[in-house]
């Protein structure tokens, strides 16, 4: 049986990845032009969102 607090940490693990992919998606999504021009508030921090591994 597998230890729940490992199992919890993977999880966690795997939401802060999906997160950082969705972050990726969306500033391709604004660069590709499908999102008009996005204001300073609805853009991410680009940096941050291209650490996606």
């Known amino acids: 049986m597998k230890n729940p607090i490992?199992?919890?940490?993977t999880k966690e693990?795997?939401?802060n990845r999906v997160?950082?992919?969705i972050d990726a998606l969306r500033i391709a999504a604004q660069l590709l032009g499908d999102e008009g021009q996005p204001t300073k508030s609805q853009s991410?921090?680009?940096?941050?969102s291209l650490e996606v591994h």
């Open 13 to 15: 693990q795997e939401i």
């Open 6 to 9: 490992d199992v919890i940490r």
């Open 44 to 48: 991410p921090d680009l940096r941050k």
């Open 19 to 21: 997160k950082k992919e």
